[in-house]
């Protein structure tokens, strides 16, 4: 009965590469974010996504590109990884706009 | 841009003592929220503002909306020590995006 799920749960991979994060909610929201959190634990939001429309980038590197493929699912694409990247990634959604995001138990992503 | 000041940074408490912090934003919010996030786990909402000088309660926890709309605190009362972990305010200001604005955090450790 997970509310946001993400995987996986670790990644660890080479400068250079690409990878994908998946993020999927059964709470019936229509909106769905991308959090980046440091490792002094700051979360700051990347992107959000309303019933499959971008509706936040927040400056994020071209490299990053989030899909949708329905409201249920916001996945990350991450290509030609930086050292810099490495973070928690964290997915939450939300009820259209409405203040209540739920989070996702979060991906650590380490670079090499 | 919006930005939040969370204090304090860290606490380091016996069991049983109050606990109290505080976000103050340098504009206007209309919404307050307060999260705690564990080790290794995704943020969870603790309590949700939305209207000023609102104060909830959630067990031993209490929150209250500033009247001036720059602030909110958090208090927990008669600490436990799985109270550890990180507590985050968020604030959403008058964006219909539901962009949230995320403090530093407030790590607190308690000794049983």
């Known amino acids: 009965d997970t509310a946001v799920s993400q995987t996986p749960k670790y990644l660890v991979t080479q400068m250079g590469n690409d990878k994908s994060i998946k993020c999927e909610q059964n709470?019936?929201?229509?909106?769905m974010y991308w959090y980046k959190q440091d490792s002094k634990k700051f979360l700051k939001i990347m992107f959000s996504?309303?019933?499959?429309?971008?509706?936040i980038n927040e400056t994020v590197p071209n490299r990053f590109s989030p899909k949708s493929p329905d409201k249920a699912h916001l996945n990350l694409h991450i290509n030609s990884l930086e050292l810099g990247d490495s973070a928690v990634y964290f997915c939450?959604?939300?009820?259209?706009?409405?203040?209540?995001?739920?989070f996702g138990p979060g991906t650590r992503l380490t670079v090499l | 841009g919006q930005q939040l000041n969370q204090s304090p940074q860290s606490m380091f408490i016996q069991e049983g003592e109050d606990v109290s912090m505080n976000c103050t934003s340098s504009?206007?919010?209309?919404?307050w929220l307060w999260y705690k996030q564990d080790p290794g786990e995704g943020p969870v909402l603790l309590i949700a503002?939305?209207?000023?000088?609102e104060l909830t309660s959630n067990g031993r926890l209490t929150a209250q909306f500033g009247i001036t709309r720059k602030d909110s605190f958090l208090n927990i009362s008669a600490s436990i020590p799985s109270d550890v972990g990180i507590y985050f305010c968020?604030?959403?200001?008058?964006?219909?995006?539901?962009?949230?604005?995320f403090g530093q955090g407030t790590t607190l450790q308690v000794k049983p």
């Open positions: 503002l939305y209207k000023a000088g």
């Open positions: 709470l019936g929201h229509d909106t």
């Open positions: 968020a604030g959403r200001g008058s964006s219909n995006t539901g962009k949230l604005i």
């Open positions: 996504y309303n019933n499959k429309e971008l509706i």
């Open positions: 504009s206007i919010f209309n919404t």
């Open positions: 939450a959604s939300s009820q259209a706009h409405a203040n209540e995001q739920f």
